[in-house]
């Protein structure tokens, strides 16, 4: 079972910027696409960025830009960089772990982006 666990949400100040993390436990991760995803109120989740096991990336339109996927498979961590951070950003944000080729996927509990303006 894989585990992911999601760190450095909170509250900032539009122009802000935040950087979340998501450590997985288990073995999977250097084989994993990595993605972060979000919810905000009454919307459905949508992704923001994903990385591939072999590093390549995909962002939606309206981070691209401002947002920066990475990841240490060293240390089994995902990690989603917030630079100009806008109000529309607030939202639950998730980390997911996909494993397509043993039809595998997990997500994270979720961490709170709230940006004030």
């Known amino acids: 079972q894989v585990q992911l666990v999601e760190s450095g949400g909170g509250l900032v100040q539009a122009g802000g910027s935040l950087r979340l993390s998501c450590e997985a436990s288990g073995s999977i991760f250097k084989l994993s696409t990595m993605g972060w995803y979000r919810q905000a109120p009454g919307k459905q989740r949508e992704l923001v960025a994903t990385i591939t096991a072999f590093g390549r990336i995909n962002y939606a339109d309206s981070v691209k830009g401002r947002f920066t996927i990475s990841r240490d498979n060293a240390k089994n961590t995902a990690y989603l960089q917030m630079n100009s951070l806008k109000p529309e950003d607030t939202a639950v944000y998730y980390c997911?772990?996909?494993?397509?080729?043993?039809?595998?996927?997990?997500w994270g509990q979720g961490t709170q982006v709230t940006v004030s303006p």
């Open positions: 997911n772990a996909d494993l397509a080729a043993v039809h595998r996927n997990y």
